[in-house]
């Protein structure tokens, strides 16, 4: 679910659509800044406190309906849950160190473009090709796997040894984003003060912790997503 501005005023209205048409876990994202979000701007239609005010809604209002006896639940919670709740991994992308781009997926496209995320791919839609790895046709498995620059990317993106990662308590429920880093702020790594990836899982991975610690009742069903 891919929240724009109109979104934000409609957390029960959004989630009471998804019960309506049988889905039972949806996936609440804030907007990326490519393709046509990033040429019409509206991926800085609002900020990150704004996405996060609506997502705690959205959480809140589902937590309440399995209160009811209603099974549903919002998964990208249920991955960060799973991070701080037991000992193993995701497989998401965006939530590894090193990042998972390149080791978790790869992307081949229509053109025979071999790239290191779907983010990856988007962004060479939009005309820059930094993360394309090879091509189908031209280069091998392991000329892909172990270029150059993928080996340096994930070397960069171990978030154990990144300025800003390295000494934030949440870093093992976190992970790494270098393509957003990179469009957003030029950068592999990122200035973490000022990165909204940094600001949204923070906010989130923070208040899941909360949920669990002082609200028993909120604690019960989020335990369950795991």
Known sequence: MTTTRESLSRPKEIVDEYLR????????????????AARTESSTSYTVEEWLEFYKKVLAYIVELNIQGVPFREEYAALILRKVLT????????????????????????????????????LAEMGDEEFRLGDLMRDSFENIMLSDFLVSTLKETMAEGV?????CALMPFCGSDPV???????????????????????????????????????????????
């Open 21 to 36: 048409l049988g889905f039972r876990s949806p996936f609440v994202r804030k907007l990326n800044p490519y393709g046509l």
């Open 87 to 122: 000992p193993f991994g995701t497989g998401f992308v965006d939530l590894q160190s090193p990042a998972g781009i390149g080791i978790s997926v790869i992307v081949y496209n229509y053109d025979g473009g071999v790239y290191a995320s779907d983010e990856s791919r988007m």
């Open 163 to 167: 300025p800003g990662c390295a000494d």
């Open 180 to 226: 957003r880093h990179y469009r957003t702020q030029g950068d592999l790594v990122g200035f973490k003060p000022t990165s909204d990836f940094c600001r949204k899982n923070m906010g989130i991975i923070k208040h899941l912790i909360c949920l669990l610690e002082d609200d028993p009742t909120s604690s019960k069903v989020l335990r369950q997503w795991v």
